[in-house]
Structures are given as structure tokens and as C-alpha cells.
């Protein structure tokens, strides 16, 4: 089971209903991942569940009633990892989105990536 597109999904499919919130498994990747959501102005918090200590709880951001998450793309799957060189990290929608990657230095995103020189693998596109 993947967890990654499990959280993607969930988020994807809570927005697009325009649920303020909603509850994802809790590992550190996943977290590494909220905090660049987060830090990106992709979603507003991600707190520890009041339900579960083994859950987040994702606050979606809206603006003028949608969500501001148009487009989220799981790339690298359990079945077929996808790896990319610092010269070859995708620009997202011209820079307007964010890939994120987990490298030697941890899950950056693809700006990040590319100021330090270093690739790794794709985890997903947001957008």
C-alpha cells in the first residue's frame, strides 16, 4: 500500500469537496512532505489527530471558495521509481507548481534541489 498516493488522494478528493480538513496516516515521510505543502502555501496546518496518534490532521487552504491545490500527481510509484539528476529535476507549470523529491539532504523540493546540485527521486508534482 502506498501512503504517499493515499495522502495525495485524500487530499485531492477533500478539496475537491471543499472539506476543511481531513486525516492522513502519519510517518515521516509523509511529514516531511506536509511541511513542504505547508511551507508553499499549498495547505494552511497539519497538526497531530485528536483521534489517532498514528494520523495527521491536513487543513485545507481555499481561496474565493476553490481550492487552491489544482493538480496533485503521484510520479514515482511503488512499482516504478523514478530518479532524476540535478540537471534533469521538472519545472512544474512553469515554475508555478513544485516537485518534491527526497535526496541525500532530505525531501526538498525541485528549487531546492537545484540550488544545493543534487537529484534523487520524484515523489509527486503539486500544482
Known sequence: MDKIADMLTKIRNAGSRKIPAVDVAKN???E???KILKKEGYIID????KESAYKFTVTLKYHNNR???A???RTSHLSRRVYVTKETI????NNMGVAILTTSK???TGKEARAIGVGGEVICMVW
Open 32 to 34: 516531511d512532505v506536509l
Open 67 to 69: 481550492h487552491v491545490i
Open 90 to 93: 521538472p519545472s512544474v507549470y
Open 71 to 73: 493538480g496533485l500527481r
Open 28 to 30: 515521516n515521510l509523509i
Open 46 to 49: 497539519y497538526t497531530q489527530s
Open 106 to 108: 532530505g525531501v526538498l
